[in-house]
């Protein structure tokens, strides 16, 4: 199998500044929005990309409380597997993309944790006899016909998915100190392809976001956290 893919990872952030601590919004709310641009692409292996910060906020807290961080993102999937078959041999390809999002807040990942936006796998498989055309003759004893395995052309079957979405999750911190918290968001793509005689090909982009954080007391002890 031949292996080789490609990468590219940018990112083009409106408001993605980080605030200094001394201009951080001394609010019960902050709200963030970027146009972004994270992308990469494989074209037969797999290929994670390194974290990468997409979206940026602080908040000032007067005294100890729990913080609120809602992420929305649009992401896009796109994969594309091919087959070829002849003679009865079953090909396969094999495509996977997918977007993973984190929050940090003052460098510390909020719960909880790595979360999965969009995610796809998709699986090609065919057995084909192959193409036949002038590859048989018949033999002039029997009139049996006689098939030239050598001339048959394999059978192609492939399969491309396109799809964007828009999805949420809230992020929680609770306890943090009073004074002024940086708020991270990141993202990281996570892609594989493999194929046999035939092609296969995975990206991921990651497009506009917005983050909102939200100054809140939460009930201790009630369903916060897992235990």
Same mark, same amino acid.
């Given at each position: 199998?031949?292996?080789?893919?490609?990468?590219?990872?940018?990112?083009?952030?409106?408001?993605?500044?980080?605030?200094?601590?001394?201009?951080?919004?001394?609010?019960?709310?902050?709200?963030?929005?970027?146009?972004?641009? %994270?992308? +990469? #692409?494989?074209? *037969?292996?797999?290929?994670?990309?390194?974290?990468?910060?997409?979206? &940026?906020? @602080?908040?000032?807290?007067?005294?100890?409380?729990?913080?609120?961080?809602?992420?929305?993102?649009?992401?896009?999937?796109?994969?594309?597997?091919?087959?070829?078959?002849?003679?009865?041999?079953?090909?396969?390809?094999?495509?996977?993309?997918?977007?993973?999002?984190?929050?940090?807040?003052?460098?510390?990942?909020?719960?909880?944790?790595?979360?999965?936006?969009?995610?796809?796998?998709?699986? %090609?498989? +065919? #057995?084909?006899? *192959?193409?036949?055309?002038?590859?048989?003759?018949?033999?002039?004893? &029997?009139? @049996?016909?006689?098939?030239?395995?050598?001339?048959?052309?394999?059978?192609?079957?492939?399969?491309?998915?396109?799809?964007?979405?828009?999805?949420?999750?809230?992020?929680?911190?609770?306890?943090?100190?009073?004074?002024?918290?940086?708020?991270?968001?990141?993202?990281?793509?996570?892609?594989?392809?493999?194929?046999?005689?035939?092609?296969?090909?995975?990206?991921?982009?990651?497009?506009?976001?917005?983050?909102?954080?939200?100054?809140?007391?939460?009930?201790?002890?009630?369903?916060?956290?897992?235990?």
């Amino acid at each position: 199998m031949r292996k080789g893919w490609l990468l590219t990872l940018s990112a083009l952030l409106a408001l993605a500044v980080l605030p200094t601590a001394g201009r951080a919004q001394s609010a019960k709310s902050s709200a963030k929005a970027g146009n972004i641009n %994270l992308m +990469a #692409t494989t074209l *037969g292996g797999p290929v994670t990309t390194p974290w990468q910060t997409v979206l &940026t906020s @602080a908040i000032r807290t007067s005294q100890q409380k729990d913080l609120f961080v809602g992420v929305s993102l649009e992401s896009s999937l796109f994969t594309r597997g091919k087959v070829r078959s002849r003679n009865k041999l079953a090909d396969r390809s094999s495509v996977a993309a997918g977007v993973e999002v984190q929050v940090l807040i003052d460098g510390q990942p909020a719960y909880p944790g790595p979360v999965v936006f969009n995610r796809r796998r998709q699986e %090609l498989t +065919a #057995t084909f006899q *192959g193409i036949l055309a002038s590859c048989l003759t018949t033999d002039p004893t &029997t009139g @049996a016909p006689i098939i030239d395995e050598a001339c048959i052309e394999p059978e192609d079957l492939e399969l491309i998915l396109d799809t964007t979405s828009a999805n949420h999750y809230n992020f929680v911190a609770d306890d943090v100190g009073v004074g002024d918290h940086a708020v991270l968001v990141q993202a990281r793509i996570n892609l594989d392809a493999s194929f046999q005689t035939g092609e296969s090909e995975a990206s991921a982009i990651v497009g506009h976001g917005t983050v909102t954080v939200e100054e809140v007391r939460l009930l201790k002890g009630v369903e916060v956290f897992e235990p």
